[in-house]
């Protein structure tokens, strides 16, 4: 293997690692007031039922991978290709809900229990394991229009899954609703381990039980539940190997298509249901570095990014509303959100870096919108909280969380900028990146000790300084 | 002074030099091609001089100013078209024009620049859709234009007409060739031999990141023992062998 691959698999690690040591630390600080009451526990396990069942109720279509179009013409029998298919899909799923999962389990385990179940995590991958694989087996099902015998039992299970997500959206928002109605919480999670709540939320139970063993320790029911799903793949995947080829054709049929209308620019128009009809030009503002704001205000505007705005503020109040007390949570969300939004700005082409513009100017001015968004956010949980806390927040604190949030928005987007000049792909990254993890992590550390919060400041922007001189260096050096 | 001056340019990935020793000119008024095979180091070295890379070693002088030491001066006298030139995917052809003013802080006039680009290059049908949206051959056509609008003295084209339909073609070389009578320089880059020896006024040829050859196509014929008449495939594959 490659020095390179080697460093890329490293930092996947190291990520890995990273949200698993955030997930401890949120347990850690919200340990007393959050997961130690059973009932908060089981909460945090049907959530992460939901995540590790991601694959059953999943769009397969966002799994499978495209296939290039030379190899479409090439002799390779239709079973060979979906089975490679298949790898690349349970891969994905497999990792996708490995990642999302298993570091916050584990940390909560941990840090509840003082150490984690070998055996309960070991099954808990496996029923991992086995949802990504049904996901696989479904999709292909779904794809080539359930036309196998059993294929129906399949199609009722992917529907089941669907209705459970919906309706757990919906508690989602009851909860945001009546959390200040005190809600009996006992009876309502008390109702999922009942003989009735099971079969209800069957398609959840392995998962749920799995991630129940990992704290409360292996006993039948969740060993039953993964036999049951175990049966339950293996028939679904017997029933997807008889449309081996349909789903095989449908796959590169499909991914023909993507592939022409990606050459004719008409992909994104197509998978966002965009006409591509002339739209009205636009006057710009701004001169020289400052027109790079009008850029983004169009792509702000026209990416109907203005649409997630609402939401973004309902779930950094709701993280302010119901931690109350805290700023870790809320202040977590932020750089979540601030990805988020990120990355949905396209990185500056070539032909943009060549035009007269200082790249410490560029990489500042494409900064600022996060900055300001930043801002914004902070503002609004420091009002909630100043409006909940019977004690308000000293000034000091106040505006020290504020400037702290500033440095965070710029940071945040000074390592999106940098990272994706680069791709993840340079040994020089790891370092860098191992800072940033220190950075967020020192940044949550004052949050929880608001008596050094001119200490936490300092690192903030002092960070920030540092992450604004390697997306320049970045900036300079890719094209 | 010559209008590009590249002096001892070397440009490394990893182990590998992409570009080496590397010294050359582009004079006022001159249309001055980059050939060479895949790998040669023809888009490594246009993007040095365009100020997107930067270089390990060697100096990039564009009118009298060192792109290293100054860029955003160095760059107000450049245009550059890049391999793959991809637009901004919410921004209509027009707004792309626009924001190219912006950042030159062009005076009013530069609408009626932007108008006659749009003519001349046959985008008046997508002036108001977005980057997107266009094929392949209009973002290429979108990007030549933002390279143009300003009338910088020096233009850098890698590929330019490689995704451009016949009639394309045949207007772009056109307004190359009036560039050139107006005194601009133009380094480009491109594996379409015809096209070279139709506009070049001087080749340079790369292999493995270093000079090989340099001279007038006549030159060139001359130096690799070949008649006058000899196609410049013929040339290249000797200068290569050589």
């Known amino acids: 293997m490659r020095l390179r691959q080697q460093w890329q698999t490293l930092l996947l690690l190291v990520v890995f690692a990273f949200i698993g040591l955030v997930a401890a630390i949120w347990v850690w600080i919200s340990e007393n007031v959050f997961l130690k009451p059973l009932p908060n526990r089981q909460v945090f396990w049907l959530v992460l039922a939901f995540l590790s069942s991601l694959p059953s109720f999943a769009d397969p279509q966002n799994f499978i991978p495209r296939l290039p179009e030379w190899k479409l013409p090439q002799p390779i029998p239709a079973r060979a290709m979906t089975v ?18 298993l570091p916050a389990i584990v940390s909560a385990s941990i840090v509840l229990k003082g150490a984690a179940d070998v055996a309960a995590i070991t099954m808990l991958v496996v029923v991992i394991a086995l949802n990504a694989c049904l996901g696989a087996a479904l999709a292909s099902l779904e794809m080539t229009r359930w036309r196998t015998k059993l294929a129906l039992v399949g199609r009722l299970w992917r529907m089941w899954a669907r209705a459970l997500a919906i309706s757990a959206i ?3 928002v009851l909860f945001v609703v009546y959390l200040k109605a005190h809600i009996d919480w006992v009876k309502f999670v008390g109702w999922v381990e009942t003989p009735v709540g099971m079969v209800i939320l069957l398609p959840l139970m392995p998962a749920y039980h799995a991630i129940k063993a990992a704290f409360d320790g292996v006993i039948a029911v969740p060993i039953l539940l993964t036999l049951f799903l175990a049966g339950f793949t293996a028939i679904m995947v017997w029933q997807a190997l008889e449309v081996a080829a349909p789903f095989c054709e449908a796959t590169f049929l499909r991914s023909e298509r993507q592939q022409r209308l990606t050459k ?10 965009f006409v591509a009809k002339p739209i009205k030009s636009e006057s710009g503002f701004g001169l020289k570095a400052t027109s790079l704001l009008w850029l983004y205000w169009l792509n702000w505007k026209r990416n109907s990014l203005w649409a997630g705005e609402l939401p973004a503020l309902f779930i950094i109040l709701f993280s302010a509303f119901v931690v109350e007390k805290g700023l870790p949570f809320p202040s977590l969300a932020i750089v979540i959100l601030l990805l988020f939004y990120r990355v949905f700005f396209p990185h500056p082409p070539e032909w943009l870096k060549s035009q007269p513009i200082s790249a410490g100017e560029a990489v500042l001015i494409l900064a600022l919108p996060s900055a300001l968004r930043a801002s914004g956010w902070s503002l609004a949980i420091l009002f909630t909280l100043a409006l909940l806390s019977p004690k308000g927040i000293g000034i000091a604190n106040f505006f020290a969380f504020f400037l702290a949030m500033i440095a965070l928005g710029f940071g945040i987007d ?12 340079k040994f020089q990254d790891f370092p860098w990146l191992a800072f940033v993890i220190a950075i967020v992590l020192g940044n949550l550390m ?3 000790l608001t008596d050094h919060w001119l200490l936490g400041l ?10 604004y001189l390697w997306a320049k260096e970045r900036w300079l050096k890719e094209p | 002074m010559a209008l590009l001056e590249v002096s001892g340019l070397s440009k490394r990935f990893g182990q590998i030099w992409a570009v080496r020793d590397l010294s050359f000119e582009v004079e006022r008024g001159e249309i001055v091609v980059l050939l060479g095979p895949n790998g040669a180091g023809k888009t490594t070295t246009l993007r040095c001089i365009a100020g997107v890379l930067l270089p390990d070693k060697g100096s990039i002088r564009i009118n009298g100013t060192s792109i290293l030491h100054d860029p955003v001066t160095a760059k107000r006298h450049l245009g550059y078209l890049p391999e793959f030139p991809q637009p901004m995917p919410y921004l209509t052809v027009w707004e792309h024009l626009e924001l190219v003013a912006r950042i030159h802080a062009m005076p009013d006039n530069w609408r009626q620049r932007a108008n006659e680009l749009i003519q001349r290059l046959n985008l008046t049908e997508w002036r108001d859709s977005l980057g997107k949206t266009l094929p392949k051959g209009v973002r290429e056509k979108t990007i030549l234009a933002c390279a143009m609008l300003p009338e910088p003295p020096l233009l850098l084209l890698d590929e330019p007409i490689v995704a451009i339909d016949p009639i394309g073609q045949q207007v772009v070389k056109g ?8 005194g601009h320089g133009i380094l480009i880059s491109t ?11 001087r080749i340079i040829m790369l292999d493995r990141g270093r000079k090989i050859a340099e001279g007038t196509p006549a030159d060139l014929r001359e130096k690799v023992h070949v008649g006058a008449s000899a196609p410049l495939e013929q040339v290249f594959a000797k200068l290569l062998e050589q």
């Open chain 2, 175 to 182: 307004m190359l060739r009036d560039l050139r009578e107006r």
């Open chain 1, 446 to 448: 004052f949050l929880t």
């Open chain 1, 264 to 273: 004719m620019g008409a992909w994104d128009a197509v998978t966002q249901e």
């Open chain 1, 84 to 101: 490679f298919l298949w790898l690349s899909e349970f891969a994905n799923l497999f990792c996708f809900s490995l990642l999302l999962t």
């Open chain 1, 170 to 172: 919906v508690l989602f």
């Open chain 2, 191 to 201: 594996h379409i031999l015809a096209f070279a020896e139709e506009l070049a006024d």
């Open chain 1, 414 to 425: 000074f390592v999106v900028q940098a990272l994706r000049a680069s791709w993840w792909t």
């Open chain 1, 458 to 467: 300092l690192l903030s922007w002092a960070a920030c300084i540092v992450l």
